[in-house]
């Protein structure tokens, strides 16, 4: 196949990995842990585990799994928490016992919960106090036997310990009443995994590492199975793909994005085969908090997505955050604007490096090169070993800048949908290719632009409009804090263009913004109907507009702003 996006590798970035060069995640593991072992390997709450402390206490979590909870090889175990230092331990202590890890989000009501957990058949889970309310609710109708809880300072020193947890519990109230009869608590759990070594387990790349579940945008949630050479595949791709910018042993990241999003939790595993500090960021929403981690830990690179690098950019503190060190800022998990972009570049002399991946590839794909100076509006070229194809509803390569669906092939290529062969049938092409339902073009350089999911794309008189141009345009103006686009019915022309505004100037009209759209949309893509709301529009946990939120949304009967 070829490849003229390798003319924009940069030098040192090779085109292909080598794929074999861990077996598992667990080599990766032991492999860091041992070239790194006095380094700081994570930092929450201003606590530092070194790799060799990681090691160690995942170690203990492997043991207890298999020796005193009675796991077996394959099981899955539900990991349901922020961003803690229990995260990173656990996740490593269920992979190196031969299980698979089922990533859960803590905001999860009774009912996505229970379809997770029975879906997976999950028969252990390791959750924080502040949600188990929500598992006590249908922990009967899951298979679940072995139940570990965990306080949000259980990795804290003794008396911070005490104080965050009575602090969270009893004074922030954030821990509602719960009962879960038999379950364990993280701290003993640890306590009981040290008294024996765990069984060592060997691993292959066919070997299941996740479960990742989709995040039900068009149907029901499925689970994603991950194996451990896709996991490693995408680590070393992403791994290689930064390696100009970064050096062994010597970098500090800042991890905001929740890991239970494949999108954080691949970049973390990623820096972590370069022996850098990760800072864990457990609730980036409380933003004075997480100003206040930025000012104390100098850091050189940092993953977000575009709603989180403006939140930052809004905050009045950002500007006291010292950026001396920043060599990388990675954006990810929805489309950038180009407002944050170039407010991003103007404040911290550094662009914004956009990606592009899904749940089903582990997650990255496609990037762009890390060394360059502006954002360039394109979500990249493929990574190494990775190939990338614009096909239309047929199967066949369009012609080079032509939209057609993006369709991906690599070794970080999930294995197919757990339970769900007719579905994973369907996202496959009869030669392999994985059908991403995102249309883009690819220019002759290799470039992709990245113009909307299929499902979102609006047609107007036979014209399609993409809803990511509509909310780029609309967000260039100053009075607008976000937007979100959607097609609604039209008699006339099928369908119409609705636009959703959140405004940062409460005097902004209907007519100021449509004057503005004027300058920058052609007739057709043009908003018909505007809708100002003055609360945040709906979004997933990693900050995405849900964009279906706003088409099921009923209309309000009045819309404030009309001239």
């Given at each position: 196949?070829?490849?003229?996006?390798?003319?924009?590798?940069?030098?040192?970035?090779?085109a292909e990995i080598d794929v074999g060069a861990f077996a598992s995640l667990k080599d990766v593991l032991t492999s860091c842990c041992g070239?790194?072992?006095?380094?700081?390997?994570?930092?929450?709450?201003?606590?530092?585990?070194?790799?060799?402390?990681?090691?160690?206490?995942?170690?203990?979590?492997?043991?207890?799994?298999?020796?005193?909870?009675?796991?077996?090889?394959g099981d899955r175990v539900a990991l349901m928490m922020p961003n803690l230092l229990?995260?990173?331990?656990?996740?490593?202590?269920?992979?190196?016992?031969?299980?698979?890890?089922?990533?859960v989000?803590?905001?999860?009501?009774?009912?996505?919960?229970?379809?997770?957990?029975?879906?997976?058949?999950?028969?252990?889970?390791?959750?924080?106090?502040?949600?188990?309310?929500?598992?006590?609710?249908?922990?009967?109708?899951?298979?679940?036997?072995?139940?570990?809880?965990?306080?949000?300072?259980?990795?804290?020193?003794?008396?911070?310990?005490?104080?965050?947890?009575?602090?969270v519990k009893h004074v922030k109230k954030m821990v509602p009443p719960w009962r879960l009869p038999g379950s364990v608590d993280f701290r003993s759990a640890l306590a009981a995994g040290r008294r024996q070594p765990p069984d060592e387990v060997s691993l292959a790349r066919e070997d299941l590492a996740f479960l990742q579940y989709t995040g039900g945008t068009t149907g029901v949630a499925k689970g994603t199975m991950l194996t451990h050479g896709n996991m490693v595949a995408n680590v070393l791709q992403v791994a290689a793909w930064v390696l100009p910018n970064l050096k062994d042993g010597e970098e500090t990241v800042v991890?905001?994005?929740?890991?239970?999003?494949?999108?954080?939790?691949?970049?973390?595993?990623?820096?972590?085969?370069?022996?850098?500090?990760?800072?864990?960021?457990?609730?980036?929403?409380?933003?004075?908090?997480?100003?206040?981690?930025?000012?104390?830990?100098?850091?050189?690179a940092i993953i977000g997505v575009n709603?989180?690098?403006?939140?930052?950019?809004?905050?009045?503190?950002?500007?006291?955050?010292?950026?001396?060190?920043?060599?990388?800022?990675?954006?990810?998990?929805?489309?950038?604007?180009?407002v944050v972009a170039h407010r991003w570049k103007e404040r911290t002399g550094i662009p914004l490096v956009e990606g592009y991946g899904l749940t089903e590839t582990a997650p990255v794909a496609i990037a762009n090169p890390v060394t360059i100076q502006e954002w360039s509006g394109q979500i990249g070229v493929p990574l190494p070993s990775t190939d990338v194809g614009i096909l239309d509803d047929a199967g066949q390569p369009v012609e080079l800048g032509q939209v057609g669906e993006i369709c991906l092939r690599g070794p970080q290529v999930m294995k197919g949908y757990w339970n769900r062969?007719?579905?994973?049938?369907?996202?496959?092409?009869?030669?392999?290719?994985?059908?991403?339902?995102?249309?883009?073009?690819?220019?002759?350089r290799g470039g992709i632009r990245l113009t909307d999911r299929k499902k979102d794309m609006i047609v107007v008189s036979g014209f399609k409009v993409f809803p990511n141009e509509v909310e780029d345009v609309l967000t260039m103006h100053p009075g607008v804090l976000e937007a979100g686009a959607i097609g609604v019915p039209d008699e006339r022309s099928g369908e119409a263009v609705k636009v959703v505004v959140v405004r940062q100037d409460p005097n902004l009209t209907e007519a100021e913004l449509l004057a503005h759209c004027k300058q920058h949309l052609t007739g057709y893509k043009m908003p018909r109907i505007i809708e100002f709301r003055t609360e945040p529009l709906p979004k997933s946990t990693i900050g995405k507009i849900l964009r279906r939120e706003l088409r099921n949304a009923p209309a309000p009967a009045k819309v404030p702003g009309r001239d």
């Open positions: 196949m070829h490849k003229p996006w390798l003319v924009q590798y940069p030098a040192g970035v090779p070239r790194f072992a006095d380094l700081p390997a994570y930092n929450s709450m201003g606590t530092v585990l070194s790799f060799r402390q990681l090691d160690e206490a995942s170690r203990a979590f492997a043991a207890y799994l298999q020796k005193v909870a009675g796991l077996k090889r229990q995260y990173p331990v656990a996740l490593f202590g269920v992979l190196r016992a031969g299980m698979v890890v089922v990533n989000n803590p905001l999860y009501t009774a009912r996505e919960l229970e379809h997770q957990l029975k879906d997976s058949g999950a028969t252990a889970i390791v959750v924080v106090e502040n949600f188990a309310h929500t598992l006590a609710q249908v922990i009967g109708s899951t298979p679940l036997r072995t139940v570990v809880t965990t306080q949000v300072g259980d990795m804290l020193p003794a008396f911070r310990r005490l104080l965050t947890n009575a602090v991890i905001p994005l929740p890991l239970y999003h494949v999108f954080a939790l691949t970049g973390c595993l990623s820096f972590f085969t370069k022996g850098a500090q990760t800072v864990l960021v457990a609730n980036p929403r409380d933003m004075p908090a997480f100003l206040q981690t930025l000012r104390q830990v100098p850091f050189s709603t989180l690098f403006r939140a930052l950019l809004d905050a009045p503190g950002f500007a006291e955050v010292d950026l001396s060190r920043l060599k990388l800022a990675v954006a990810g998990g929805m489309a950038v604007q180009h062969p007719a579905e994973t049938a369907e996202v496959f092409t009869a030669d392999g290719w994985l059908r991403t339902g995102d249309m883009g073009i690819m220019d002759e």
